[in-house]
Nanobody, 127 residues
Framework: QVQLLESGGGLVETGGSLRLSCAFS????????MGWFRQAPGKEREFVAG????????YYADSVNGRFTISRDNAKNTVYLQMNSLKPDDTAVYYC????????????????????WGQGTQVTVSS
């Protein structure tokens, strides 16, 4: 059973940065595509960023492209989300997700593609 544990959320001012981490356990991490989603109050959960099992390809939502970077360390079983130039609209609970095992196809970017979810970590950007 895959388990995901997010960390790194918090309160930051507009223009600031945060790095989220997600620790993966229970299966072979390098076999899974990974993603980050977020959900703001009163809104649906939305895709933020995804990365393939090898880390060789990534995909971003338009709203974060150029500001956020997803990466993974397969030796540490961890996926990261570096968030720069944060805006109040980025305020949400951020969730880590795993899809797999998956070695082919495009970067997973829909909720339905992901099989496992973390509990989430709150990110609040003050104006």
């Amino acid at each position: 059973q895959v388990q995901l544990l997010e960390s790194g959320g918090g309160l930051v001012e507009t223009g600031g940065s945060l790095r989220l981490s997600c620790a993966f356990s229970g299966r072979t991490f390098s076999s899974y595509a990974m993603g980050w989603f977020r959900q703001a109050p009163g809104k649906e959960r939305e895709f933020v960023a995804g990365i393939k099992w090898s880390g060789g390809r990534t995909y971003y939502a338009d709203s974060v492209n150029g500001r956020f970077t997803i990466s993974r360390d397969n030796a540490k079983n961890t996926v990261y989300l570096q968030m720069n130039s944060l805006k109040p609209d980025d305020t949400a609970v951020y969730y880590c997700a795993a899809d797999g095992p998956k070695y082919s196809g495009s970067v997973s970017h829909t909720l339905q593609e992901y099989d496992y979810w973390g509990q989430g970590t709150q990110v609040t950007v003050s104006s």
